[in-house]
Antibody, heavy 120, light 110 residues
Framework: EVQLLESGGGLVQPGGSLRLSCAAS????????MSWVRQAPGKGLEWVAS????????YYVDYLKGRFAISRDNSKKTQYLQMNSLRVEDTALYYC?????????????WGQGTMVTVSS | QSALTQPPSVSGSPGQSVTISCTGT?????????VSWYQQPPGTAPKLMIY???KRPSGVPDRFSGSKSGNTASLTISGLQAEDEADYYC??????????FGSGTKVTVL
């Protein structure tokens, strides 16, 4: 069964850091780009970042560059999102998503999400 | 990168058709056929319903169809059913090699 399982969320103070993980199973992980998408409480979906299958190409939404870093370890079939200098507005459910093929620009498999709460 | 523009809500009676628009720019929707649509019932993860403007993944009912004209893409749900009640989001690849989602549309089945 194709599955994505996120972990690493929690409560953190403003200015703190968290690292999210997403463990994949059921498909050839290294063949697909992966992404993070977040959803603030009661709000819409927001694309955060993507990483190519080999981990060499990284893409970010402009206003998160420098604070967030996406990476992957294909030997562990896991992708990561390192989040630094966290702000209250980063509070959201963070979803891990698999990209179908880069040419299609679609996210076909989603995890259940991990909640990040930034509050003092 | 601004969110793609969708109507906040649409509604219809069972059996009717509803159409959701998704308006972007020449830098995203208008430049590529990499437009996709997602269904998100309350409390659940999004589900891919349409990709590459009009293609349906396996298992998605053919009541769901997509199209595009210029900078605007559309999702049509024909033969509306109670189970279709959810939030729907469009998404597009952009000329900056990034992705952008729409603002979301709540579909209500009357």
């Amino acid at each position: 069964e194709v599955q994505l399982l996120e972990s690493g969320g929690g409560l953190v103070q403003p200015g703190g850091s968290l690292r999210l993980s997403c463990a994949a199973s059921g498909f050839t992980f290294s063949s697909y780009a992966m992404s993070w998408v977040r959803q603030a409480p009661g709000k819409g979906l927001e694309w955060v970042a993507s990483v190519s299958g080999n981990g060499e190409s990284l893409y970010y939404v402009d206003y998160l560059k420098g604070r967030f870093a996406i990476s992957r370890d294909n030997s562990k079939k896991t992708q990561y999102l390192q989040m630094n200098s966290l702000r209250v507005e980063d509070t959201a459910l963070y979803y891990c998503a698999k990209v179908t093929e880069w040419s299609t620009g679609a996210f076909d498999i989603w995890g259940q999400g991990t909640m990040v709460t930034v509050s003092s | 990168q601004s969110a793609l523009t969708q109507p906040p809500s649409v509604s219809g009676s069972p059996g009717q058709s509803v159409t959701i628009s998704c308006t972007g720019t020449i830098s995203d929707v208008g430049n590529y056929n990499r437009v996709s649509w997602y269904q998100q019932p309350p409390g659940t993860a999004p589900k891919l319903m349409i990709y590459e403007v009009s293609k349906r993944p396996s298992g998605v009912p053919d009541r769901f169809s997509g199209s595009k004209s210029g900078n605007t893409a559309s999702l049509t749900i024909s033969g509306l059913q109670a189970e279709d009640e959810a939030d729907y989001y469009c998404s597009s690849y952009t000329t900056s090699s990034t992705y952008v989602f729409g603002s979301g549309t709540k579909v209500t089945v009357l």
